[in-house]
């Protein structure tokens, strides 16, 4: 049996089965992936917390003396405009050496690699000491309501693993020639925060001083001034470890010396060229407070009463909204209002441990050059929903450097077979040496 083939043809089946969230109808593939486990005589469950939001639980017992090891992914993917595409983002056309399609890196690419494994595991007649299960969810994209926290909540049986591993990481960057792959054991999350200032309403033919329009420029100015503190995280402070010892030299060394003497943003600015990297990584050092959504008067002829800015904020591991809502206040003038009506839970796993001690040692075979560093994710995934439970869990879908990770909910999103490849031979390693080590 060739597993690559097998992994091709699985993506480009979960490809084709349109999960666009909203609505989702995860279901589908739900009954799809049941057909394999079915086939395979591999035990499942399935849910549907609502009609056609499916998700499904799979798991090939172990010898019972650890605790399991969940491969988990999510089967919803965000909405692609056909037009826009040079392949049908549903049609997972192979062309140019890739697999193009809507989910193809976000993420039925791994998902796909995760269901080959069980496959693998199960046609080898593999007997681990921790069970692995396969766990394919709702919902994701939309917040996992109807997915991963509803399982948590209402199926915990089915959830309970010490160890996962997850979407988010996985994909490298290149700094003073070397590469740097990394693992995702941190994530922050969203605290939207609405601006609103007021003043006077009135005729537009005649101009004001207390305008909420302009109160409402100029607090968006200073917030833009202003830089909100740095806040070390035990991930930010491994990941500037291993990068200042893999970059060694004097690079290496200032980078070391900046983190010492608390100018963990200075040593960054001076490090790292590249702009997009550059605003990646000062994103892991603190809150953040981007303004997208601007609203006020609907009259060109109305001065509004007032005026809002709406702020997608996100938090970092060890932060809440008190605590980001204090930061905003002292960067804003004093006559703006702050609301926020929700805010999700940022969660982080110890960076060290047996576990990324596993995936090191399998980068170390496969990418030999590369070294490995943990990594703060700006966005949120499933993750947040067993971090609390307990579980140690990393992001880790392994794609060869230079992969376009950043085609994710992009248009022509799309996976080489290279990367496909290369995944499927990292990730063998690193589960089947993770389902069979105790803590
Ligand atoms: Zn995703």
Redo the contacts with the bound molecule.
């Keep these: 049996m060739d597993y690559m083939d097998f992994l091709k043809i699985q993506l480009k089946n979960l490809v084709a089965i349109d999960t666009t969230n909203p609505p989702g109808n995860e279901s589908e593939a739900v009954t799809y992936l049941a057909s394999i486990f079915e086939s395979e005589g591999i035990e499942y469950e399935t849910a549907e917390p609502a009609p056609g939001r499916g998700s499904i639980v799979a798991r090939i017992r172990g010898n019972g003396s650890a605790r399991p090891l969940m491969l988990l992914?999510?089967l919803d993917?965000v909405t692609a405009q056909a037009e826009d595409w040079t392949h049908h983002p549903f049609s997972a056309t192979e062309s140019d050496g890739a697999i193009w399609g809507r989910g193809t890196i976000?993420?039925k690419g791994l998902l796909a690699t995760w269901l080959t494994l069980m496959f693998k595991y199960k046609r080898e007649q593999r007997v681990f000491p921790r069970d692995i299960v396969f766990a394919a969810t709702a919902d994701?994209?939309a917040g996992g309501h109807l997915g991963l926290a509803w399982l948590a909540k209402n199926r915990p049986d089915l959830v309970d693993c010490e160890w996962a591993l997850n979407?988010?990481g996985g994909n490298s960057f290149t700094l003073g020639g070397k590469t740097f792959v990394t693992y995702q054991s941190g994530e922050k999350a969203g605290c939207p925060v609405k601006l609103v200032t007021r003043g006077t309403a009135g005729h537009a033919s005649i101009p004001t001083p207390d305008n909420p329009v302009h109160k409402l420029a100029a607090a968006l100015t200073a917030l833009q001034r202003a830089a909100l503190p740095e806040h070390m995280t035990d991930t930010v402070r491994a990941f500037l470890s291993e990068v200042s010892e893999g970059l060694g030299g004097s690079q290496g060394t200032a980078i070391s010396m900046a983190v010492r003497m608390g100018q963990v943003s200075k040593a960054i600015e001076l490090a790292v060229r590249d702009p997009f990297l550059q605003a990646g990584l000062q994103a892991m050092l603190r809150n953040t407070a981007v303004p997208t959504m601007l609203s006020a008067s609907t009259k060109l002829n109305v001065i509004p009463g007032e005026a809002f800015a709406e702020l997608d904020c996100r938090i970092l591991p060890g932060q809440s909204r008190e605590s980001l809502l204090r930061e905003l206040e002292g960067a804003l003038p004093g006559d703006v209002e702050l609301v926020n009506e929700r805010c999700g839970q940022p969660s982080e796993s110890p960076p060290d441990s047996p576990l990324s001690t596993i995936i090191r040692d399998a980068v170390k075979v496969h990418l030999p050059e590369a070294c490995v560093v943990p990594f703060l994710s700006p966005g949120a995934?499933?993750a947040r929903y067993l971090r609390p439970r307990g579980t140690l869990v990393y992001g880790f879908a392994p794609m060869l450097p230079g992969e376009k990770v950043n085609l994710?909910h992009g248009v022509d999103e799309r996976i080489s077979l290279r990367s496909l490849g290369f995944g499927l031979r990292v990730l063998d390693d690193v589960v089947s040496t993770a389902a069979r080590t105790h803590q």
Aim: charged share 40%; aromatic share 0%.
């Design positions: 992914g999510h993917v976000d993420m994701e994209e979407e988010g995934t499933d994710a």
